[in-house]
């Protein structure tokens, strides 16, 4: 008895030196201090301070913890009370020629002609090397009539070819010297799917709708390889000004798998990718497997990694190609069409969901996003697989019945929050086309998470930008950038910011089956973090879109401090 007790203290003894000494905490190589840390883990939403060591988060937890990591080696950022969050990810973007765009005028807000005019002035005089002045982003409401005219251009770029599209994607507005070029003239008649807007005496005004700007893609001079990897240096510095760590490629980025390894090779690489390939009617050939296969084998990794197929089912609303299951409104007959055959659409999904591939489909009308869920019930059934992942794009205009087949059916709404902005001069046709009752299930994504389903939010760069914030904001309030319509529109979509930001992180990580590695501040994820400029849970949110990282890591690497 004795010697027991005596045993008992000599081991109490042992092991209060073995807690204390002999087990030395992983020393970190940065460490995050006095941050207010939202982890989006819900097991431990909030802390003050992150270890990061190699690429990965060592630690999360307390400040006084976190000094436990810190070696003579250790970097200490003292983040000043801000807010750090997972780093967001974008689960719809064309990076390429979103990177492309960044070289073009931007006339994303402009309201005038003459705010129009200015942008473009000074993007010709600060480009006098290029042959071609681009741009994107104008809204018809800028301009007298509603439609933009070549004399405006011809004024400030009177010495070069010069193009401009429209924010929605659908016109494009060209000067005097590009009209020359492409030889559109009065005699030249209007192509089948597209009209040249013209004056009394037939004259081009320089308006182009739809496919009456085709000639133009013949001419001007497509990007060199060079130039294309210039302009996606330049996407990779404005994802991480933006807070954008992960993105989904939607469309062009396939095409650039070794482009993007190029910049991975030299170790500069700051955006991680999974990528999608496009796939057309009527379906895979033998080379297109083959295809995806090599790339598939080559690229999976957690920077570059293939993601899936892609496939468009309908246009879009506003201009009255997306898919609907009745007349839009004031049509007898016409609801836009499928852009596939329906039994040939289920049959490619069904193909390459079998061999355990998901599918992103652009599905914006009722009818559309209907078939895609038939689809995915399919492909669900065929593989025997009920954890494929399988995402609708847009979906901006779900038919009540479908909302819960989302939940039921483990499909993702990939949504665009900052499509949904109710500005007038960007949402009227799209309420025009609709009518008053299918307004009311506008980007309903609310209903879709009510309802048990998954999302994932994403921009669509360069349809609108890559910045999330705008996004965020447009996500929580349904309001435009000037806060209206008071209350929001279809207040009943308004997003709680947790839930949106989920959407922006956690939703984006699951989309891309990256949850095990990313989307929230755990212990052994990747340490993608980024720290604002503002605590969105505290500010008023009209003023989310103001937020800035002012510090982006990404693999436990800084690749942006502006503090
Ligand atoms: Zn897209």
Redesign the pocket.
Known sequence: MKQTKRFGILLSAVLLVLAGCSKPQPKADTIITNAKVYTVNAQQPWAEAVAVQGERILFVGSAKDARKHRGSETKVIDAGGRLLLPGFEDS?V?FVSGSLSLAKVDLAGTRTVEEVQARIRKFAQEHPEAAWVQGRGWMYSAFPGNMPHKKFLDEVVPDRPAIMTCADGHTSWVNSKALALAGIDRRTPDPENGKIVRDENGNPTGALLEAADAPFEKIIPQPTPEETLAALREGLREAARVGVVRVHG??GEFEALDLLDKIRGEGNLTVRFSVTMWVSPPGLSADDWKAYEDARLKYNDEWIALGGMKLMLDGVIDSGTGAMLDPYEGQVKDKGKLFWEPEAYKKAVAEINSKGIPVST?SIGDAAIRLSLDAYEGGARVSGNSDLRNKI?HAEDIAAPDIPRFGALGVIGSFQPLHANPDPTWMGAWIQNVGPEREKRAWAWKSVLDGGGRLAFGS?WP?VTINPWLGLQVAVTRQDMEGKPEGGWIPEQKLGLADAVYAYTMGGAFAMRREKDEGSIEAGKLADLILLSQDIFEIDPHKIAETKPVLTMVGGRIVLETR
Do not use: I, T, Y
Request: aromatic share 0%.
């Open positions: 719809h064309h939607e469309g652009h794009e669509d349809v």
